[in-house]
């Protein structure tokens, strides 16, 4: 083996190392083990009794963990005690802990491999429902915390006349809205605004509806199925505000469902989009966002996007220009990139 090889040879070795580590913190997730690994050291025997699983698997777990640098080790055999360091707590505890985010899709999308494999045999594609809930379950966690941490104050920096008649009362439409939490968030910050949350999936709409019901959202928010184009019924320029959050990127027909957009959104208002943060062009070997966001591609959006036929095929890389092409194509006269910064995601607002 050449050195060319084995450092690619390595490399593989590395990312195997890695995807096994990452599954060794989903169980100890599953099993609520970090939460009591917090404020003062525990042998293996003081872990099983407190979280109620086997000793010997406590032990094998614990020292797995501390061998990846997970948790810290003190004492002598046999009475190590194990601790979670305060800097990675906050990633690994919490309700739900921020560490679901990138722990359940590798989980999730295992179960789920001989299925893709099979759309590409068949140049089919996989329903979104298809993935099972540990995967749906994480996606939801992720964009969870962006919508309820972030989008009303990116809403009110970036767009403060939009804002501004949010406040007073004016209409939101979410198109998209899979388990509701975007539409959720919207209607706990405007709360004198009628949201509306539409998606195609009649199971996501179920879960939105029961979700809002759950979290205590205000009665100004509903939820509605509509047809993969958009709604069958555009309002006539009643919304104030069109978003599509995270969404488009996996709508079969893109173009279509903005149309439904501008014919919705009030001529003083705006269509807001949030997608992946693709790079402006293509280029490899790509830096870690563009190889995530390909990855998710690949096992997730494309084949949801292929599910419906005809359909555009656009997967997580949704560049710019893309976006650009299916606004202009929809009869959108203004796509702006808003001055929003975050890692993976960015916000146009289309006129």
Known sequence: MNSGEAAF???????????????????GLRLGLYAHLCGRPLTAGELAGRAGIGPRYAREWLEQQAAAGIVTVSGEPPEHRFLLPDAHRAALTGDPPPALASVLPAAGIAPVLPRIAEAYRRDGGLGYHEYGEDFRGAQTELNRAVFEGELAGWIRSALPEVHRRLVRGAGIADVGCGSGWSS?????????????????DEAAVGEAKANAAAAGAPDTLAFARAAADGPAEAPGGGYALVCVLDALHDMARPVEVLRWCRRAVHASGGVLLMEPKAAEEFAAPAGEVERFLYAVSVLHCLPVGLSERPSAGTGTVIRPSVVRGYAHAAGFQSVAVLSVEHPLHRLYWLR
């Open 184 to 200: 959720i968030a919207l209607a706990r910050a405007y709360p004198r605004a009628a949201v509306t949350g539409f998606d195609s």
């Open 9 to 27: 040879a390595g490399r593989l070795f590395a990312a195997g190392i890695a995807a096994a580590e990452l599954l060794t913190i989903g169980l």
